[in-house]
């Protein structure tokens, strides 16, 4: 079975930290681009960080750059998103998603996980 399980959410105030992982299984992402997204209540889904395992390039949404941070452990099959100096705003559930053609984007994404919450309170 093809498995993409996001865990790491939970409750944080303002300017504290989580980080979150993405556990692979059923496949390997070392063919793969794979990308962290976030829904916020009543929000579209947006992209937020992708990176691409073939040559460990990185990508982030200008609203997110300088604070968090992809990275991945091969070994592990495991993505990670280090978040830090979160804001209110950031809260949304988070979501990882692996796609084959080593790009991130919102709708060409080939696995999803079911998402991860993450409230930060003000």
């Known amino acids: 079975e093809v498995q993409l399980v996001e865990s790491g959410g939970g409750l944080v105030q303002a300017g504290g930290s989580l980080r979150l992982t993405c556990a692979a299984s059923g496949f390997t992402l070392d063919d793969y681009a794979v990308g962290w997204f976030r829904q916020a209540p009543g929000k579209e889904r947006e992209g937020v960080s992708c990176i691409r395992r073939s040559d460990g390039g990185t990508y982030y949404e200008d609203f997110v750059k300088g604070r968090f941070t992809i990275s991945s452990d091969n070994a592990k099959n495991t993505v990670y998103l280090q978040m830090n100096s979160l804001k209110p705003e950031d809260t949304a559930v988070y979501y990882c998603?692996?796609?084959?053609?080593?790009?991130?984007?919102?709708?060409?994404?080939?696995?999803w996980g079911k998402g991860t919450l993450v409230t930060v309170s003000s």
């Open positions: 998603a692996a796609a084959r053609n080593y790009y991130c984007s919102l709708r060409g994404m080939d696995y």
